[in-house]
């Protein structure tokens, strides 16, 4: 019994220091849930007014940086940087109800390494797709793990992981439309987006 009270005590404690002032302002002095995050900081990074512009509509998601010039940390990449057009990448296909990268794929990651590398001012996502077999919400998974798996290797050939983002569409954006065999292995692939910062 005595342990029950201690545990509504300490729940109820708990509640106070989360709804505590201090953890529940933004920096514009508005009120925010203390999970959420304070978005009253980001600003258009041209140094005029940045603390407490907030994102409005006429926010151009290409400039969000800190006062270095650095992107935001945690912001997509697709959000706030330019995509590189000149630069086109090969898909990695993978096989079926798998994430593990065929032998003869390795050549396409290499590449990718081979640019990140090279040039400091690029960034990557690494976008995992599936065929339309399968659940959404299983697909999705895999998707992810597609492109975890592309990311942990082009990390370990040397590419900081701080430059590469994941993104899962499952089955979402299908490379070929239809159905069958070599469809759906065209649709089985990771994707790179190669963005400039």
Same mark, same amino acid.
């Given at each position: 019994?005595?342990?029950?009270?201690?545990?509504?005590?300490?729940?109820?404690?708990? =509640?106070?220091?989360?709804?505590?002032?201090?953890? =529940? +302002?933004?920096?514009?002095?508005?009120?925010? $849930?203390? $999970?959420?995050?304070?978005?009253?900081?980001?600003?258009?990074?041209?140094?005029?007014?940045? /603390?407490?512009?907030?994102?409005?509509?006429?926010?151009?998601?290409?400039? @969000?940086?800190? %006062?270095?010039?650095?992107?935001?940390?945690?912001?997509?990449?697709?959000?706030?940087?330019?995509? /590189?057009?000149?630069? *086109?990448?090969?898909?990695?296909?993978?096989?079926?109800?798998?994430?593990?990268?065929?032998? &003869?794929?390795?050549? +396409? @990651?290499? #590449? /990718?390494?081979?640019?990140?590398?090279?040039?400091?001012? !690029?960034?990557?996502?690494? %976008?995992? !797709?599936?065929?339309?077999?399968?659940?959404?919400?299983?697909?999705?998974?895999?998707?992810?793990?597609?492109?975890?798996?592309? *990311?942990?290797?082009?990390?370990?050939?040397?590419?900081?992981?701080?430059?590469? &983002?994941?993104?899962?569409?499952?089955?979402? +954006?299908?490379?070929?439309?239809?159905?069958? %065999?070599?469809?759906?292995?065209?649709?089985?692939?990771?994707?790179? #987006?190669?963005? &400039?910062?």
């Amino acid at each position: 019994m005595q342990i029950s009270k201690l545990m509504m005590v300490n729940a109820a404690l708990m =509640c106070a220091l989360v709804f505590t002032d201090t953890g =529940c +302002k933004n920096a514009d002095g508005s009120w925010r $849930w203390p $999970w959420s995050k304070d978005r009253s900081v980001l600003g258009t990074g041209d140094g005029v007014n940045d /603390v407490g512009s907030g994102l409005s509509g006429a926010t151009d998601l290409n400039r @969000i940086t800190d %006062e270095m010039g650095n992107v935001i940390s945690g912001a997509r990449f697709e959000d706030v940087l330019q995509p /590189v057009t000149d630069i *086109r990448f090969n898909p990695v296909y993978f096989g079926f109800d798998s994430y593990s990268i065929p032998p &003869q794929e390795m050549p +396409k @990651i290499n #590449a /990718v390494a081979q640019d990140l590398l090279q040039n400091n001012n !690029h960034v990557l996502v690494v %976008e995992g !797709h599936c065929d339309e077999r399968g659940s959404n919400e299983y697909n999705l998974s895999l998707g992810e793990n597609r492109a975890q798996t592309i *990311r942990s290797i082009l990390v370990n050939l040397g590419v900081a992981a701080d430059r590469i &983002q994941t993104r899962s569409y499952g089955e979402e +954006k299908p490379a070929v439309i239809g159905s069958g %065999e070599e469809t759906w292995r065209l649709n089985r692939r990771g994707e790179f #987006a190669l963005y &400039q910062r």
